[in-house]
């Protein structure tokens, strides 16, 4: 009789590719295969998926030799809808989930949406015995819900660490691209997951063999440390004024509770004038329109990665509820609050 695990054996044969390609480059020792399970949940983003999958691919491919297997799993054993409406056919459900693989729980822009109830058990079955645990995009979103996060260092997406913190209070992701600790493995996605992968074969293979995947990839360097996420408009301009800087980043700590031009100026040693002019220079704007923006950016992140009313979500970025944020909101995104929210509680469901 067959096991569950040896029938998920048959079904993945045809995912355990060791591709022909021009280039060959031998490893140094041959160690036993490492499998990784790529859980796809609803509205998963596709570059995130497979940028964690090809540098396996690639791995296999170089050196000739089975490095790496994969399954590809879905809560239901269904295929799965990409958040670019590209359908996923999957190889099994949760339920056929290999003890000794390496899940990675691949998600997109609705992670709160989350896992059901039955994944979130089978996953902490999964650590319980032993089995490696990670997150692509927004896939920490579902180890939180599943409790499997605790103290551990861990990162997601920056656009959704917002949403995440307003949800998980006593969890705190960091702003770097991808984190390890231990056997738990999580990154932002896009580039992100190819790098933390590079890290995953350096470890299991050495520096140049990781550099050569990396230059296939098109993508210089090995698996690096990790670079802090691009997160925050003060990040995207950070060769210039170092003072328009630091009044930027005051803006982004203060958005519940809004300075006022006068105390940002004095936090950086320039007056109202100086401030205005830099932020005219810079950003054509006046300094209290990218400030009011940047609460507006997060009141949509709230909304896409929380479960949080229109009215909290305008306190929480420093508006008061009513006819005021609804129109200021509108203006920028075209789209009214509770509209917007109606939208995304369409397509969740």
Same mark, same amino acid.
């Given at each position: $009789?067959?096991?569950?695990?040896?029938? $998920?054996? &048959?079904?993945?044969?045809? %995912? &355990?590719?060791?591709?022909?390609?021009?280039?060959? +480059?031998?490893?140094?020792?041959?160690?036993? !295969?490492?499998? +990784?399970? +790529?859980?796809?949940?609803?509205?998963?983003?596709?570059?995130?998926?497979?940028?964690?999958?090809?540098?396996?691919?690639?791995? &296999?491919?170089?050196?000739?030799?089975?490095?790496?297997?994969?399954?590809?799993?879905? !809560?239901?054993?269904?295929?799965?809808?990409?958040?670019?409406? @590209?359908?996923?056919?999957?190889?099994?459900?949760?339920?056929?989930?290999?003890?000794?693989?390496?899940?990675?729980?691949?998600?997109?822009?609705?992670?709160?949406? #989350?896992?059901?109830?039955?994944?979130?058990?089978?996953?902490?079955?999964?650590?319980?015995?032993?089995?490696?645990?990670?997150?692509?995009?927004?896939?920490?979103?579902?180890?939180?819900?599943?409790?499997?996060?605790?103290?551990?260092?861990?990162?997601?997406?920056?656009?959704?660490?917002?949403?995440?913190?307003?949800?998980?209070?006593?969890?705190?992701?960091?702003?770097?691209? +991808? %984190?390890?600790?231990?056997?738990?493995?999580?990154?932002?996605? #896009?580039?992100?997951? @190819? =790098?933390?992968?590079?890290?995953?074969? =350096?470890?299991?293979?050495?520096?140049?063999?990781?550099? $050569? @995947?990396?230059?296939?990839?098109?993508?210089?360097?090995?698996? =690096?440390?990790?670079?802090?996420?691009?997160?925050?408009?003060?990040?995207?301009?950070?060769?210039?004024?170092?003072?328009?800087?630091?009044? @930027?980043?005051? $803006?982004?700590?203060?958005? !519940? %509770?809004?300075?006022?031009?006068?105390?940002?100026?004095?936090?950086? #040693?320039?007056?109202?004038?100086?401030?205005? *002019?830099?932020?005219?220079?810079?950003?054509?704007?006046?300094?209290?329109?990218?400030?009011?923006?940047? *609460?507006?950016?997060?009141?949509?992140?709230?909304?896409?990665?929380?479960?949080?009313?229109?009215? %909290?979500?305008?306190?929480?970025?420093?508006?008061?509820? #009513?006819?005021?944020?609804?129109?200021?909101?509108?203006?920028?995104?075209?789209?009214?609050?509770?509209?917007?929210?109606?939208?995304?509680?369409?397509?969740?469901?």
């Amino acid at each position: $009789m067959m096991t569950p695990d040896s029938q $998920m054996t &048959n079904k993945s044969s045809s %995912e &355990n590719l060791v591709p022909v390609g021009a280039l060959f +480059f031998p490893v140094a020792e041959s160690k036993p !295969e490492k499998r +990784f399970s +790529f859980l796809l949940l609803p509205n998963f983003t596709l570059l995130a998926f497979s940028s964690a999958l090809e540098p396996l691919r690639i791995a &296999n491919q170089l050196s000739q030799k089975p490095l790496y297997k994969w399954d590809i799993l879905s !809560e239901d054993g269904q295929s799965v809808r990409s958040s670019s409406g @590209v359908d996923i056919a999957v190889r099994g459900s949760i339920d056929d989930l290999s003890q000794d693989s390496h899940l990675l729980v691949c998600s997109g822009n609705l992670g709160t949406a #989350g896992a059901s109830d039955k994944t979130l058990a089978r996953l902490r079955r999964h650590q319980r015995f032993g089995g490696g645990l990670g997150g692509i995009c927004t896939g920490a979103v579902t180890l939180a819900q599943a409790g499997l996060l605790g103290r551990r260092r861990f990162t997601l997406h920056w656009e959704n660490q917002p949403g995440f913190a307003e949800t998980f209070h006593d969890l705190s992701p960091s702003s770097r691209r +991808f %984190e390890t600790d231990g056997d738990l493995l999580t990154c932002g996605g #896009g580039a992100a997951a @190819v =790098e933390m992968m590079l890290w995953v074969i =350096e470890r299991d293979y050495g520096k140049e063999f990781a550099i $050569m @995947v990396s230059e296939m990839c098109l993508r210089a360097g090995g698996g =690096e440390p990790p670079d802090e996420q691009r997160s925050s408009f003060a990040m995207a301009i950070s060769s210039r004024n170092p003072r328009v800087i630091n009044v @930027v980043r005051e $803006m982004h700590k203060s958005i !519940e %509770e809004p300075r006022t031009l006068e105390q940002l100026a004095d936090d950086v #040693g320039y007056s109202r004038r100086q401030i205005e *002019r830099q932020f005219r220079l810079i950003f054509n704007e006046s300094p209290m329109q990218v400030y009011r923006n940047i *609460r507006l950016d997060r009141a949509r992140q709230l909304f896409s990665n929380s479960d949080l009313s229109v009215t %909290e979500v305008a306190t929480a970025c420093g508006f008061q509820p #009513g006819t005021h944020f609804s129109k200021t909101y509108s203006r920028r995104f075209g789209i009214s609050p509770s509209a917007y929210r109606f939208h995304l509680n369409k397509d969740r469901a």
